[in-house]
């Protein structure tokens, strides 16, 4: 080994190599020890020529006991200086072993001494990627079980900038006390200590690594407001860090919350077999062409899983006893009038209690046995509410009941899952005029220029019928009447999905929809406690409807006694523009980049979501609608 004033003359060491060191004493926390090599002795030594004395000293400042036999403590302090260099070399994270020996060792011993092995940290586990660290701890008995627990670290700052730096201190204006310590993508902050941890030592601050931005926040705001007060900063010398999470019973989070937020992430997904993508090939061709060199990537993809209509058609076709009937308050359906050709969106459980799903299933050979005409009437009762706690208790203790539904709900659902939307934007419903007719009926976007709104992503659904019922619209000048076909003098082509919008929250900084604002509810139902005020939306304001495409206000429509205030919009397509980029068009479509945040159409309705949806009607030929001004 070269001294070490040879390796500092060519700047190959500073002056100090830090080591981490595990005491008995406190058996869950590595000490970081800095090594002075800049000391002379160790400087001038030659052929490991230490006195007693300065080894003792040397192998006491660390915290291990010195041998009694005087001979072999100069040989332990040069195993403990080749071990430390050669661990310091890789930040005392890499594997020197396999690099050096070409195969793992659990530990490297020092006789009657000390162990160099490894060990994880805490909460700086996650800024040192995971990797294991070299730890010297001293040497137990060959049958003694080795622990695992993570390590806690106690640091002087400037020895932790020389490991794992750099460390750059947050500090008050005018040379004052440090807050916090940025190191790398997060922050050393003090920290509440939990019982069940190490007290820290006098001149120990406890402390935690963490990349949360709101503990971060959360923690300058108190030790500026400590700073302010008494002018003193909570860190002290040196550091005790690897802080846990803790439970706060007085948290008064809305746990409905969490589920918002995901939704409006993009990142809530159903119950379900979740369709996953794996890259099998990549192809980058290159020709000559006029003008250069032109160049194409491709990427192919091998599907895994399931589409959410396939798993969903299977699991009520094999299984339906065990699923969660809930999902039959879903808007998962819209009903089409014969008569004005209008639609509106629908819960599903609605959808099979309409006449057309009556008259499908009675069309049925052989026809669904019910036990009881009163156990029948009851369960399309329960549809026609949406009461499904009720539909559930309506059979939890007759079995026959219980079979008939569950064959009513399948033959329902599979007569359903054939309408739906197509690649083609082509709107196919089921229309059952009575028992001995059942049909498809087509919707070509060409006329009803709303079809592609309802085009499934990759965690819904939609299906359709044919409703009786006459849809009218017969409201104030910015739309034209809508009317029954025998009063109708205006072009068949006009028609309207009547739905809702959910407007995303963490959009009102970044792309917030010009005009909106939140304000709170007059008279509340119970469920809602906020609105969306629209009177100030401007003509043209866009709403991203993520995989839906986007919508445009073209006008508004003014609250009556029978409606709410709503908007009136045209579904425009992205497919086109999102084809510019069209391998980000490409993953965005299979699954595999999520797309950004976005607003939404009222499908499913959360627990805890307290702001009313905002009314829209989505017009099938906005020449239809005048009066082109501001709302």
């Known amino acids: 080994m070269a001294p070490f004033g040879f390796h500092q003359a060519l700047r190959h060491c500073p002056t100090k190599i830090p080591i981490l060191v595990l005491l008995p004493e406190r058996s869950n926390v590595a000490k ?27 192998i006491s400042d660390i915290g291990f006991n010195p041998m009694q036999v005087v ?34 060792v659990e530990e490297f011993g020092i006789t009657g ?17 995971r990797k294991e660290v070299w730890v010297f701890e001293v040497a137990s008995r060959p049958d003694q079980t080795r622990s695992t627990e993570q390590l806690y670290l106690s640091a002087c700052i400037e020895d932790f900038n020389t490991l794992w730096g750099p460390v750059w201190s947050k500090s008050l204006p005018n040379n004052g006390p440090v807050i916090r310590y940025d190191v790398g ?21 406890f402390c935690h690594w963490t990349r949360e931005s709101n503990a971060i926040i959360q923690s300058d705001e108190h030790a500026i407001q400590i700073a302010n007060s008494t002018g003193r900063g909570l860190f002290s010398d040196r550091l005790l860090i690897g802080g846990i999470l803790q439970d706060n019973p007085s948290c008064t989070n809305d746990v409905h919350r969490f589920t918002t937020d995901m939704r409006d992430d993009n990142r809530l997904h159903p119950l379900t077999h979740h369709p996953t993508y794996e890259l099998e090939t990549t192809t980058i061709c290159a020709q000559i062409v006029g003008l250069g060199i032109g160049t194409s990537y491709s990427e192919t993809y ?9 798993d969903f058609l299977a699991a009520w076709s094999n299984i339906p006893q065990r699923l969660n009937l809930d999902v039959l308050k879903h808007r998962f359906a819209v009903e089409i009038s014969a008569c004005t050709g209008s639609a509106r969106r629908m819960r599903l459980a609605h959808a099979m209690a309409s006449q057309t799903i009556h008259n499908w299933l009675d069309s049925l050979t052989p026809k669904i046995s019910w036990p009881s005409s009163d156990c029948e009437n009851e369960y399309f009762n329960c549809l026609v509410c949406a009461d499904i706690a009720r539909l559930k208790k309506h059979f939890a203790h007759d079995d026959r009941c219980r079979e008939a539904c569950f064959k009513t709900i399948s033959e329902s659902i599979k007569a359903l899952l054939k309408t739906g939307v197509n690649r083609n934007n082509l709107l196919s419903a089921l229309w059952a005029p009575d028992v001995e007719e059942s049909h498809v009926v087509t919707f070509p976007e060409l006329k009803y220029g709303w079809t592609g709104f309802l085009k499934e992503g990759t965690d819904d659904l939609n299906v359709a019928i044919v409703t009786e019922a006459c849809l009218e619209l017969d409201h104030d000048d910015r739309l034209p009447s809508l009317l029954c076909n025998r009063k109708r003098t205006i072009y068949e082509g006009y028609t309207l999905l009547e739905t809702y919008l959910v407007v995303n929250r963490k959009l009102m900084t970044n792309g917030k929809p010009n005009g909106l604002q939140l304000i709170y509810e007059s008279s509340g139902d119970g469920q809602y406690t906020q609105r969306w005020k629209i009177h100030h939306v401007s003509i043209g304001t866009d709403f991203n409807m993520g995989e839906q495409g986007r919508i445009e206000v073209i006008g508004s429509m003014r609250p009556s006694k029978k409606m709410p205030s709503g908007l009136i919009v045209v579904w425009r397509d992205l497919t086109a523009t999102r084809f510019k980029n069209s391998k980000q068009f490409a993953r965005e479509k299979i699954g595999l980049t999520a797309l950004g945040p ?34």
Do not use: Q
């Open 598 to 631: 976005s607003h939404h159409e009222l499908v499913r309705e959360l627990n805890g979501d307290n702001i009313r949806p905002i009314l829209m009607h989505v017009v099938s030929d906005p020449s239809f609608v005048f009066r082109r001004r501001s709302l």
């Open 185 to 205: 993508p997060g922050s050393l902050i003090p920290w509440e200590r939990a019982d069940s941890e190490p007290s820290p030592e006098d001149g120990e601050t």
């Open 71 to 104: 001979t072999s403590n100069a040989e332990i302090v040069v195993r403990i200086l080749d071990l430390a260099v050669l661990s310091f070399s890789g930040a005392h994270l890499e594997p020197f072993d396999e690099m050096n020996i070409g195969r793992r």
């Open 32 to 58: 970081l020890h800095a090594i002075d090599v800049s000391d002379t002795r160790l400087c001038e030594i030659r052929d490991h020529l230490f006195t007693e004395k300065f080894s003792a000293a040397f």
């Open 302 to 310: 091998k599907r895994r899983g399931a589409l959410y209509r396939d």
């Open 113 to 129: 001494v000390a162990v160099l092995r490894r060990r994880r940290m805490r909460c700086l586990d996650t800024y040192l990627d």
